[in-house]
């Protein structure tokens, strides 16, 4: 909810509730962010962690960073989408980080004739549910979304571009 945008009505909600509540907090991550909300909101809480807390790759993917200069991203993404939608049945994930890179980018591949379909916070529930269904399916097997949507993703794409500079990249992938 942090990543997008909730935090003032968090902090509303938890500035309306009785002081002597008991509250639980769950994350999958324990950013700074999350943290600040754990001391402003917990009193002597406890921290129980499953699994490590360091972020690492998978190591069951190969995952291939090209550095390159933004001039240069639309022509590599190009050459990639040719190699990927030549195999029978591919379907790939492009992460941007912003909702609009996600539309412009939506925008020009299908102005070039790639099938790609776009998802991210701004798209109505519907609207997500029918995308990721046309994606699942075969229909449309270019995918392009901000990170935040990579939660549970990753599980139906055979290969992930990410569409982002090198500082941005912080994303976990999984089988």
């Keep these: 909810m942090l990543d997008m945008g909730f935090e003032p009505q968090i902090r509303k909600i938890v500035d309306q509730i009785r ?3 008991q509250t639980l907090m769950w994350s999958a991550t324990w950013p700074k962010e999350v943290r600040a909300l754990a001391e402003d909101f917990l009193k002597d809480y406890i921290q129980v962690n499953i699994g ?4 690492c790759a998978n190591h069951r993917i190969l995952q291939i960073i090209d550095v390159c200069q933004e001039n240069e991203k639309d022509a590599k993404l190009i050459k990639l989408l040719h190699e990927i939608m030549n195999e029978k049945d591919n379907k790939t994930i492009i992460f941007a980080e912003t909702k ?24 109505s529930q519907p ?21 935040v949507a990579a939660r549970g993703l990753i599980s139906i794409v055979s290969l992930a571009n990410v569409y982002k500079t090198l500082t941005e990249w912080g994303g976990v992938m999984r089988p």
Excluded: N, Y
């Design 19 to 21: 002081p002597d509540r």
């Design 52 to 55: 490590a807390l360091q972020l």
């Design 127 to 147: 609207e997500r549910d029918w995308v990721l269904g046309e994606f699942r399916t075969g229909k449309s097997p270019i995918l392009v979304a901000t990170d």
């Design 100 to 123: 609009r890179k996600v539309d412009d980018l939506t925008r020009r591949m299908r102005r070039d004739g790639w099938p790609a379909m776009c998802i991210h916070g701004d798209k």
